[in-house]
């Protein structure tokens, strides 16, 4: 099971970090990603992190998000600076071990707007 916390309102420009706890002892062993939705929109991948701590972003994520991981509370985190009305999404947290072993978080709304 995966819970995310800490979305919410933000001003352009402010930063937000996004947690996501997981329940389990194998958190270490998946891959931990963040995805978004924006409304009327397809999901979107924004970061993922691998159990060797291996990152990648998209492309509009690289230079303000940041992932990371602490494997001793089963928590991922997104940090997200300098927001832009435009990064208003629902958020989610991903948990991916192969096809079939593929979970997700419920999701946590971002609003950025001024």
């Known amino acids: 099971q995966l819970v995310e916390s800490g979305g919410g309102l933000a001003q352009p420009g402010e930063s937000l970090r996004l947690s996501c706890a997981a329940s389990?002892?194998?958190?270490?062993?998946?891959?931990m990603n963040w995805y978004r939705q924006i409304e009327g929109n397809e999901r979107d991948l924004v970061a993922k992190?691998?159990?060797?701590?291996?990152?990648r972003y998209a492309e509009f994520a690289r230079a303000r998000f940041t992932i990371s991981r602490d494997n001793t509370k089963n928590i991922v985190y997104l940090q997200m600076n300098n927001l832009k009305p435009e990064d208003t999404a629902v958020y989610y947290c991903?948990?991916?071990?192969?096809?079939?072993?593929?979970?997700w978080g419920q999701g946590t709304q971002v609003t950025v707007s001024s």
């Open positions: 991903n948990a991916y071990r192969g096809a079939n072993d593929d979970v």
């Open positions: 992190i691998t159990p060797g701590r291996d990152t």
């Open positions: 389990g002892d194998l958190f270490k062993f998946y891959e």
